[in-house]
């Protein structure tokens, strides 16, 4: 595995690597990986010849009172996951090769889908995304990459802008791994108290519900909400930040459950945010 942490590195090592018409799989991260990251990138290594992550705590999709300082951090432990998964390059730059001194070009997918959701409390934060999505992909030059289905508007910002600005790129959303108790992996995870954590699943186990109420023919939304409110309000100490249920590809609100179906929720726990969603065709 080769570690990297220029741009001009990561284009020489790709230039050579890919030579020969080899396809390369892109899995970006930031890092303080899980299994969830793992499963993308055995997904990459299981579909390209070459697999490129990417380490990077981005700071432009973090608002101004977010965890940018807190987010966890542990680079020796990623290096070695990665290298056991078989990464054939593992991009660790710093910010300031990202964003160097002078740096004003962003990224914005206008409209409801990033206004809706995590959008409504984190205004800037696909502004980020979309930002350090493009430049990575533009310094990558992937054929396909890869993104969890846990971050549903994530995936479907992403697929927006690959289809606005004509990236030749195949986004592959990836099944959300979950904990054996059901809690989606994520990195924040680690910020949760030894309560929290042994409430958070529940949240899951709201969402597994409404998933029962719809295979049982349950066609409403405004139904499937209240029964998602009413469990998750259950919770010592959770606060709701919203229950939401859209269309998978447009994010926007769905009256009747008609098509593919985006149930998606975000919950405070303590100080850990936390946000879980399941797809369902109708
Ligand atoms: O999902 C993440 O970890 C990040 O949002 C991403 C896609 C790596 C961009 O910083």
Known sequence: MQIVQ???QLR???????AGGKTVGFVPTM????????SLVQKARQENDIVVVSVFVNPTQFGPNEDLDAYPRDAERDLSLLRAGGTDIAFFPAVDELYPPGFTTYITVEGPMT???CGRSRPTHFRGVATVVSKLFNMVGPDRAYFGQKDAQQVAVIEQMVRDL?????IVACPTVREPDGLAMSSRNTYLSQTHRA???LISQALFGARDLVEKGERHSAVVVDYLKTNIQRI??????????????SLSDLDILKGDVLIA?????????LIDNIRIKV
Do not use: C, W
């Not at 004509?166 to 195949?170: K, L, T």
């Open 6 to 8: 220029t741009i001009a």
């Open 12 to 18: 020489a090592e790709l230039k050579t690597m890919r």
């Open 31 to 38: 890092g303080y990986l899980h299994d969830g990251h793992l």
């Open 115 to 117: 206004q809706t959701l």
């Open 166 to 170: 004509n990236f030749d790129i195949e």
């Open 199 to 201: 409430q958070a699943p």
């Open 236 to 249: 010592d100490g959770a606060e709701i930040d919203y229950v939401s249920i859209a269309d998978s590809r």
């Open 265 to 273: 929720v975000a919950v405070k726990l303590g100080r850990t945010r």
